[in-house]
């Protein structure tokens, strides 16, 4: 049976330059990669024609003598010094498919392409959780804490190598930091074995750190808490997580601020709010109270005459200031009238004068059982 043209193989005209060569083979290897093709018993077949195809269309001889003489070329030793009796598909076959093995597969293979291993990793981030209270968050504040994580070895100077050497070359993986495998159709990338992937080798580890380049120590470090932060701020100290690997980049430390509960005082954004209680006399006839604020002071308020449980009093400016900008919030004053208790005989007895004289003292009452009068009513007819 006449083989198919190499061109109709891939899907491409014979004016196709090398980009688009290796563009129509990538994606017929995606295709029909057995892996992907299970239910297809012609996939495996069709994917080593493509194979040939690209093998034969990627070499700029090969094509010229293919363009020429056609499969003709690569049987009985005409033209492009082609083998005899046919393709074969065995060496050929990983050198096809390993020119887009990167292309297809790199992010699945380790992250990267060819000579990708890393001789030095970055540290990782670390993270700090910070309690602080409402009048530190108000003000702001200095802070020194206490960080346990790995530091740069002073006696290797990070390289892991002792006496002053130096790491070398990996030669299982020659720096790449990953080795190839041929299995059957496939070629399988791993991280190479005798450096982890780093690329290099320490012939002579460092004694203090044994060869990581890094040591674990616990570190003071002075952060300043800005004024406004609230619980969810995220303050980021560069270069201050945990060291790099061999020498590589340290990570960054990230500070969450936590603030804790007030005892007088709530918070919602940039306001502070105030629940004060009020005597009945005091809410009945009006007065004036002393309200505190969270720097300390006090601020004299006053209290209109029949005020309500839940009424509010704004005092601008005395609120949380805002984070790095300009101006503060403000303070509400939450006036709560409590009911008297523990009452004498005599008191009881005023209160029952109070109540049997008033007539119009409890509009809000008379208008809420004005209304269930009416609602009975309707409900009757």
């Known amino acids: 049976m006449s083989k198919r043209d190499y061109y109709d193989t891939l899907g491409i005209d014979r004016g196709a330059s090398e980009a688009e060569i290796k563009k129509a083979y990538r994606k017929k290897a995606m295709e029909l990669h057995p892996d992907r093709n299970a239910d297809n018993p012609d996939a495996e077949a069709q994917f080593k024609d ?25 049987e009985g030793g005409m033209g492009g010094g082609g083998q005899r009796g046919g393709f074969q598909g065995g060496a050929d076959f990983a050198s096809a498919f390993s020119d887009v093995f990167d292309d297809l597969f790199g992010n699945f293979a380790g992250g990267g392409g060819r000579g990708s291993g890393q001789r030095a990793t970055r540290g990782a981030d670390l993270r700090y959780n910070l309690r602080i209270t409402l009048e530190e968050a108000f003000t702001g504040k200095p802070a020194t804490i206490n960080v346990p994580g790995s ?7 990070g390289t892991g190598a002792a006496g002053g050497s130096q790491p070398t070359t990996c030669p299982t993986c020659s720096g790449m930091g990953k ?6 159709f496939f070629t399988v990338e791993r991280t190479c074995p005798t450096c982890s992937g780093r690329g290099q080798t320490i012939k002579d580890p460092c004694g203090s750190c044994a060869g990581a380049g890094r040591v674990q120590k616990d570190r003071s470090l002075s952060v300043n808490i800005p004024a406004g932060v609230e619980t969810g701020t995220r303050i980021r100290l560069a270069s201050e997580g945990e060291a790099g690997l061999r020498g590589g980049p340290s990570g960054d430390l990230y500070i969450f601020i936590e603030v804790q509960p007030h005892q ?42 029949g005020v309500q449980t839940g009424k509010q009093l704004r005092l601008r400016g005395k609120g949380m200031p805002a984070l790095r900008g300009a101006g503060a919030g403000d303070l509400y004053i939450e006036l709560a009238v409590e009911t008297p208790v523990n009452l004498s005989a005599k008191q009881k007895e005023l209160l029952r004068e109070f109540d049997s004289a008033g007539k119009n003292n409890s509009p809000e009452t008379q208008d809420f ?5 009416t609602f009975w009513e309707g409900m009757k007819g």
């Open 50 to 74: 493509a194979n040939e195809a690209y093998e034969v269309l990627k070499d700029a001889d090969k094509k010229a003598a293919y363009d020429r003489y056609g499969h003709a070329a690569f």
């Open 264 to 305: 007088i005082f709530e918070r919602e954004g940039q306001n502070l709010y105030c629940r004060i209680p009020v005597s009945m006399a005091t809410a009945s006839l009006g007065g004036e109270l002393e309200a505190p604020t969270l720097d300390g002071g006090r601020s004299r308020v006053k209290v209109p005459a």
């Open 151 to 157: 530091v740069t070895c002073e006696v290797c100077s």
């Open 179 to 184: 080795v190839r495998a041929q299995q059957g």
């Open 369 to 373: 059982f004005s209304k269930v009068k």
